[in-house]
């Protein structure tokens, strides 16, 4: 599985949680069709959601006119991971911001993409 797929299922994790509370472990097992995932998949669920409030404490800090919650939960997923792909250093900034701009494209609404970039940048 590519790097972008790997950051695919985990947004659809992270999500999920997020939204319903669903546990990890069950959101991974179906997403990724396995109990065990790579090094990488791990940085991106389980680092998004163990230090989920100090990415909000560093994303409200740069976001203008809105806090973490007022977002969606898939712009929330997504500015988590791309926070724990900074924190742990798995990529360029450039490619994890570029990373995060493709998936709100393609789940997010129309514009959502711009604030992500916006976030991401100031990060």
């Known amino acids: 599985m590519n790097r972008h797929k790997i950051r695919e299922n985990s947004m659809i994790c992270?999500?999920?949680?997020?939204?319903?509370?669903?546990?990890?472990?069950?959101?991974?097992?179906?997403?990724?069709?396995?109990?065990e995932i790579d090094d990488f998949a791990k940085i991106l669920v389980f680092g998004s959601l163990e230090n989920k409030e100090r990415y909000i404490g560093?994303?409200?800090?740069?976001?203008?006119?809105?806090?973490f919650n007022r977002l969606?939960?898939?712009?929330?997923?997504?500015?988590?991971?791309?926070?724990?792909?900074?924190?742990?250093?798995?990529?360029y900034a450039s490619v994890i911001i570029d990373e995060a701009i493709i998936l709100a494209k393609r789940y997010c609404d129309k514009d959502a993409y711009k604030l992500i970039n916006s976030v991401l940048d100031k990060l």
């Open 14 to 35: 992270v999500y999920q949680n997020l939204l319903t509370g669903k546990d990890i472990n069950k959101c991974i097992e179906e997403t990724f069709a396995t109990n």
């Open 72 to 91: 969606g939960y898939i712009e929330q997923a997504i500015l988590l991971m791309g926070c724990s792909e900074f924190d742990n250093q798995t990529a």
């Open 58 to 67: 560093y994303i409200n800090q740069v976001m203008e006119d809105y806090t």
